[in-house]
């Protein structure tokens, strides 16, 4: 028999029928059983052919349990919750792993679908198979082999890990669906998941089920509040082990008289000895309230008005003098806050400086630059969004005897908006390459953050039309969007500044011979 021969016949478990739960800790009771079920028949058949001489005669094969969803309508649920609901109406699954590591965590999530939808949870076998190395992690007696160490190629007989099968696609938002068209369930696969935590373990020494309590999978936000609470907790015990604290960073230009204007800035760093000596106010800076290190452009050359004069420091947020006001109430995304950062006689080492004086302002371009792109491509994320919840909506709601999709008004909101969406996107993707290749792409960058947050605003108020007076409750969502997609024309530069910005590198290009 060849050693690459794939055609042998293939043993499995024995085929289940789903069941569906109402129940969240039983749907998860059962996903255990049939989790363990599947890591049993694995580890049973790898130990009997890791002695042998020979081939076996057969392939083995066990699949990742998986949560199954169908819902036929929209649910009124609490659209500040990024989770616990499924968009609209559609058939949904996820394939899962470590039932037992995540159990908490799934009786949440599976309480809050049964809650929110009115509909039962399917649970059943997948058609994913499971990797051996995954089905065996954990187990002391047992050690796969490297690749040729036994007398035949594991991968011919059981299944090993694929990268292919191990990507992003889900949370990337790149429109991804299973294989039988279900739409994910979660944002990553059992199998990314596995990989994840086989990392994990590699690079800690230490096995999932110890690390995991100190891992938070929720919204990002609110990931980073309570690991953050979690390790000052652990730095102010002395005997906890711990004894620093890798925490987030901020970057802090704008001012309350010099915000698109970063060149009028008047925060001063004075030079003393080895230190400098920062006073001044910085405004609007996105969650300062959470970060420990402050980047800070501040004029260290009062006589030199505009740009030259700035310089960009490093900033400890317990240096004495720094202090952070209180977050400013918001018209949307609450999910983030925004203070103030004041310096009173804050002395920050020199060696804190970034680059050389007067070089903050080219520092702080560097920065806007990239900046730009990630806003774009976070307004055309939403714009993608939005689309999805126009279209669901347009096919379901009725007036006038047909679907409002079926009116020629309605498809060419939603026409227009496909069109903006997608020229915004091939505008990011060709502005990222071009900035990963090393090029300068000011003017792209501008030029990409003007169009895809205008059209974003467009898109997002398109939404609220075609949903009508939907749109304008909180009940679907959409107004929540309406609401936090405004900033987007306002911070990394307005709409204003980013038109100055374009239409000053063209003249620069013109007055070069490169235009």
Not at 301 to 318: N, Q
Not at 444 to 467: I, M, N, P, Y
Request: charged letters at 20%; a negative charge.
């Amino acid at each position: 028999m060849s050693p690459a021969d794939l055609t042998l016949p293939i043993k499995t478990p024995s085929k289940v029928q789903a069941e569906f739960f109402t129940d969240a800790s039983l749907a998860v009771d059962r996903l255990c059983e049939l989790y363990d079920a599947a890591c049993d028949f694995l580890t049973v058949k790898f130990s009997d052919s890791a002695g042998l001489t020979e081939q076996p005669a057969n392939r083995f094969r066990a699949f990742y349990p998986e949560i199954r969803f169908r819902t036929t309508t929209h649910a009124a649920t609490d659209n500040r919750l990024s989770f616990g609901h499924v968009p609209g109406p559609g058939t949904y699954s996820t394939t899962i792993t470590r039932p037992d590591l995540f159990r908490n965590y799934l009786e949440q999530q599976i309480g809050l679908l049964i809650q929110n939808h009115g509909v039962p949870v399917a649970v059943g076998q997948s058609s994913t198979p499971m990797p051996v190395h995954f089905a065996v992690a954990g187990r002391a007696d047992i050690t796969v082999p490297q690749e040729g160490a036994m007398a035949f190629p594991l991968r011919d007989v059981f299944d090993v890990p694929d990268l292919t099968n191990t990507h992003d696609d889900i949370v990337n938002g790149l429109g991804y669906r299973h294989e039988d068209g279900s739409e994910p369930l979660a944002p990553f696969t059992a199998q990314r998941i596995d990989y994840s935590l086989a990392r994990l373990s590699h690079y800690t020494a230490t096995l999932a089920e110890h690390f995991q309590n100190h891992v938070l999978f929720t919204n990002y936000q609110f990931y980073v509040e309570e690991f953050e609470l979690f390790a000052r907790a652990m730095l102010a015990d002395k005997s906890s082990g711990y004894t620093a604290f890798v925490s987030p960073g901020n970057f802090a230009l704008t001012e309350p008289e010099a915000g698109s204007d970063a060149g009028s800035l008047t925060t001063k760093a004075i030079r003393d000895g080895d230190h400098y000596v920062l006073n001044g106010t910085k405004r609007y800076i996105t969650n300062a309230n959470k970060a420990d290190l402050f980047t800070v452009m501040a004029r260290t050359d009062v006589d030199t008005p505009g740009p030259k004069g700035v310089s960009a420091f490093v900033v400890e947020r317990d240096t004495p003098g720094v202090s952070v006001g209180v977050p400013e109430k918001k018209m949307g995304q609450q999910g983030a806050h925004i203070c103030d950062v004041i310096f009173e006689d804050a002395r920050v080492p020199a060696e804190n400086i970034i680059g050389k004086e007067g070089e903050g302002f080219k520092v702080a371009m560097s920065v806007l630059d990239k900046g730009r792109l990630h806003i774009s491509a976070v307004a055309t994320g939403v714009s993608k969004r939005l689309i999805r919840e126009m279209v669901n909506y347009a096919l379901e709601r009725k007036q006038f005897g047909t679907a409002i999709m079926n009116h020629q008004m309605i498809q060419a909101m939603i026409a227009d908006s496909q069109a903006e969406t997608y020229a915004a996107e091939c505008m990011i993707m060709d502005a990222a390459r071009r900035r990963d290749a090393g090029e300068d792409v000011t003017l792209l960058a501008s030029s990409t953050k003007l169009f895809a947050t205008e059209a974003c605003g467009r898109v997002a108020d398109r939404a609220v039309q075609v949903f009508g007076g939907a749109g304008y409750v909180s009940d679907y969502g959409i107004e929540r969007f309406y609401r936090d997609v405004r900033i987007f024309r306002l911070y990394e530069g307005t709409s204003q500044i980013q038109q100055i910005i374009i239409a000053r590198e063209l003249a620069k290009a013109a007055k070069a011979g490169r235009l």
